[in-house]
Each structure stands twice: as C-alpha cells, then as structure tokens.
C-alpha cells in the first residue's frame, strides 16, 4: 500500500460538536434558547459594562439559573408526552393551587414594593400578611405534583410555571429586602426578618429540587441529612450533641455569602459562566470539528509510512 493510498484511506470525524436530536424546535426549547442567550448575554454586561453589587448579583445568578433548569428540564425531558388518553385532571388541579398560592405570594411582594415609602423601617405589615405560608405552601405543593407527576416532553407543566414565579417572588423578596429590612446585618440572627426566613427556606427547596432532576437524589439526601442535623442538636448523642438552631435563623443564615452566595456561587458567576458562553461558542461554529480534522491526520501515525511521516519522533509511540 503507497503513502497516498494510506492516506487516502484515513477517515476524518466528523460532526463531533453535534448534539442530539431531543426536537428543538418546539417552541418551548425555543423559549429556552432565547432566555439562555438573554441569561449570557447579561452576565457579559455586568462582567465587562456595569458592575453589580456583590450579593445583588449573585442573588440574581442563582434565580437565573433556576428559571432556566425548569424551562429546559421539561423541554429536554425524554419522557414520552402522552402515554395513552387523556392526561389526569388530578396533577393539573394540584397545579393550579400551586400556581395561586405562589402566584399570591408574588402579589404581596409587589404590593410591598408599591407601597414602601423611603424613610420607613419596614413596608406595610398587610402587604406581607400571607407571603410566608402561601410561599412556601405552594412551592412543596408544586415540587410534591412534580416528584408524583413528573413533565413529559416540551411540555411546561402548571406545577412548573408554580416553581418559576415561586422563584421570582422568594428572590424578589430577598433582593427587596437587602437594604428595606437590613438582610445583610440580620441574616442569621434572631432579629431576621420571619419573611426573610420564608423566602430562605423556600430558595433552598428550589434548589433542592433542581439538584434531584440534574443529579439525582443523592445530592439532596446528603444535604438534608446535614439539614436535619441542624435541628436535631439536642437529641444527638456525644460530642454531636449541640443545641440547635431556630429555622428563621439556620435558613437566613444559609442563604447568605457563607452559604449559597458563597464562593462556589461567585466561581460560577464570574469564571465557569464566561468558559461556558465559550464553549458554546466554540460548539455552535463547530470549532471542534475544524481541530479534529486538522490533528488526526498528523497524529494518526500508524495509517501513514513511518519514513514519510513529518512528525517522525510520534511514530515511536505508535
């Protein structure tokens, strides 16, 4: 066999940065793409243009992310969309109640933010009277109809709009309450506001929940293990024995810089979200089918003459 030949013989990759075929063109992976270009493009601008403060915009990024992981975790889920007949009223309703109760809860932050006045200590007590337990009521609601009825294919479920606008009300509320209710001193002290706790508690379930349906359950069940061992101090044997903490306190206290907007948060804001925008980039123009290309005939040492070979020291490791 000549040189040309061997040569001639070697096959190339090829569509190497191509993905899957999970129907993209629907339009709720449509919806998706649209707010992961939106999602990059003002991580771009607050990096590069208009700096953020700190816990604002890393309140800001996990929301963001939350949003996005509900969209495209029914947008790209593989379960079939209909399993024969018609689909049960039962996750719809349950949806429905969930999508009023956090729907409310969104209502009451709003109402808080129309009427606070500057030079207040705090809104109107009737603007947040049943921002707790409609919050976080609706939110285990939705994530409960979720686990039992999971979404089919490029279809959001009510269950899932529930999360998403749970997620803007508890990390509106928490953004509101930055300066308002002076979050960044109280967090995680008995003077925390009982709402911040609510709004805490609520984003920890959210990313919870978000956690099992990228990772799995084992991620969650370790973290509420450690949760659980939070508050159950007092009966713990030995030296794991401590007196625990009041849920106000432990969940505002999580969800500050020593917790969720930690440094893992501010890594994943900064650096890894500019090395995805690249990746994708490079994904998108298929870069990597023009590296591919270029190396495999140089390195691929054994299809072609030793002798001819141009990086004759490689053919040693053939």
């Known amino acids: 066999m000549t040189d040309t030949q061997a ?3 070697i096959k190339l990759p090829s569509e190497v940065d191509n993905s899957p075929d999970l129907q993209n063109t629907t339009w709720l992976a449509k919806v998706g793409f649209l707010l992961c270009a939106l999602y990059s493009a003002w991580h771009l601008y607050v990096l590069n243009i208009a700096p953020l403060e700190t816990w604002t915009f890393r309140i800001m990024h996990v929301a963001g992310a939350l949003i996005l992981g509900f969209v495209l975790s029914s947008a790209l889920s593989v379960r079939p969309a209909q399993e024969g007949g018609t689909p049960s009223r039962l996750p719809r309703a349950l949806g429905a109640v969930s999508l009023v109760a956090t729907s409310l809860a969104l209502g009451s932050v709003l109402a808080a933010m129309w009427f606070f006045e500057p030079g207040q200590s705090a809104p109107p007590e009737w603007t947040m009277a049943i921002f707790g337990w409609t919050l976080a009521g609706g939110t285990l609601l939705a994530v409960a109809t979720g686990w039992v009825y999971p979404a089919r294919q490029n279809q959001l479920t009510i269950s899932d709009i529930a999360l998403i606008v749970a997620t803007v009300a508890s990390f509106g509320f928490v953004l509101f309450s930055l300066d308002t209710l002076s979050l960044r001193l109280r967090a995680g002290t008995p003077f925390a506001d009982p709402n911040n706790g609510w709004a805490a508690f609520v984003v920890v379930v959210l990313i919870a929940e978000m956690t099992r349906r990228v990772a799995g359950m084992a991620l969650v069940v370790i973290a509420l293990v450690f949760v659980i061992y939070a508050f159950m101090g007092p009966w713990m044997p030995g030296f794991l024995e401590h007196r625990g903490y009041d849920p106000k306190r432990f969940f505002t206290y999580v969800f500050t ?10 890594v994943s804001s900064t650096y890894i979200i500019l090395f995805i925008v690249f990746a994708a980039f490079l994904q998108s123009s298929k870069v990597g089918d023009y590296f591919v290309n270029f190396s495999s005939p140089w390195l691929d040492v054994r299809a072609v ?13 053939a």
């Open 7 to 9: 040569a001639s013989d």
């Open 257 to 266: 810089d020593n917790g969720v907007l930690g440094p893992t948060t501010a």
């Open 305 to 317: 003459a030793r002798p001819r070979c141009r990086f004759w020291p490689l053919a040693s490791w």
